[in-house]
């Protein structure tokens, strides 16, 4: 076969999208493939087309351009067909110079970049203290919120967070083993106002094992075993807004970390450690750092619990 002609019915098709969303280990990530693959399949059945091929996927990028979406929108939308391609073409199903055609569309430039949103040290302090720690979820809610300022951790990273991570390295309490994005693991440390939340808040609820952050019923207790990174930015929103900083979002919680990080003095090489950006080894090559637990840079994050 020298091409693929498909429409989005098609059960080769869509066993194809299946093998590229299960090489994708980030859920973030094989959930907007699923969403630009489907959109891609929609788009090539709604008219004849003369197969799966370069010409087809430029035709396809022109369409994202003409929607309006940003440069990050349409090169992951476009990523993702190109690792259809490349499915197609291991599976017998498209040529492999086809395939090698389609790998070749480029992506949209970036025009700029983009910073994000963080939070300065007193917009931070306000956005701590806006839960109300007279109730459980309030104290749920203020851990979760000092771990996100305190530690740098993704919001799926939160919500996969358990006791077993919280252990003491160093003479220091630090979050272990941690995986990430793209299965790296990292060790973060834990300033002292961050297990000071966290503590308050699984004492209050009896929480020594399993999943840190539970849902919390109408009468104030516990009713589940964790929480969902959809939910975790759903709790975000009200406290954001009552800290006069409307809008933020969890991962600009991770942007601040940052930021008041380096602020506070920290390393460039022990914040990205602490962030994750590459596996600990490949920078610490590239660096030439060593992760520092005991002098940690997120120490110097000074807010209160």
């Keep these: 076969m020298t091409d693929l002609i498909v429409v989005p019915q098609n059960n080769e098709f869509h066993r194809l999208k299946a093998l590229v969303l299960d090489s994708v280990s980030s859920p973030i990530t094989r959930r907007v493939y699923n969403l630009g693959l489907d959109e891609f399949i929609s788009w090539f059945g709604q008219e004849a087309r003369p197969g799966f091929t370069k010409a087809a996927v430029n035709a396809w990028r022109v369409v994202l351009e003409s929607r309006g979406l940003g440069s990050v929108s349409i090169n992951v939308r476009i990523t993702a067909v190109r690792k259809l391609a490349i499915e197609a073409a291991d599976n017998g199903l498209l040529a492999p110079e086809l395939a090698a055609g389609i790998t070749r569309v480029k992506g949209v430039a970036s025009k700029g970049i983009r910073v994000g949103n963080w939070l300065s040290l007193?917009?931070?302090?306000?956005l701590l203290s806006a839960p109300d720690i007279a109730?459980?979820?309030?104290?749920?809610?203020?851990?979760?919120?000092?771990?996100?300022?305190?530690?740098?951790?993704r919001r799926s990273e939160?919500?996969?967070?358990?006791?077993?991570?919280?252990?003491?390295?160093?003479?220091?309490?630090?979050?272990?083993?941690?995986?990430?994005?793209h299965g790296r693991v990292r060790t973060i440390p834990v300033p002292t106002w961050?297990?000071?939340?966290?503590?308050?808040?699984?004492?209050?609820?009896?929480?020594?094992?399993g999943y840190v952050l539970r849902p919390i019923n109408r009468g104030d207790e516990v009713c589940g075993d964790r929480l969902s990174e959809k939910v975790i930015w759903q709790l975000l929103r009200p406290y954001a807004a009552a800290a006069g900083v409307p809008g933020i979002a969890p991962h600009d919680l991770r942007r601040s970390f940052a930021k008041l990080c380096r602020a506070a003095g920290g390393e460039?090489?022990?914040?990205?450690?602490?962030?994750?950006?590459?596996?600990?080894?490949?920078?610490?090559?590239y660096l030439g750092t060593k992760q520092d637990l005991v002098h940690a840079p997120n120490d110097g994050i000074k807010l209160r619990v």
């Design 122 to 126: 007193e917009q931070a302090q306000r």
């Design 158 to 181: 939160v919500a996969a967070l358990t006791m077993r991570h919280i252990q003491q390295r160093d003479n220091r309490w630090c979050v272990v083993d941690l995986v990430g994005k």
């Design 268 to 285: 460039l090489g022990q914040i990205q450690l602490l962030l994750g950006h590459a596996s600990v080894q490949t920078t610490e090559r």
């Design 194 to 209: 961050v297990k000071v939340a966290i503590d308050a808040w699984t004492a209050a609820a009896g929480i020594v094992e």
């Design 135 to 153: 109730t459980k979820k309030g104290l749920r809610d203020r851990a979760m919120l000092a771990i996100l300022l305190g530690c740098g951790l």
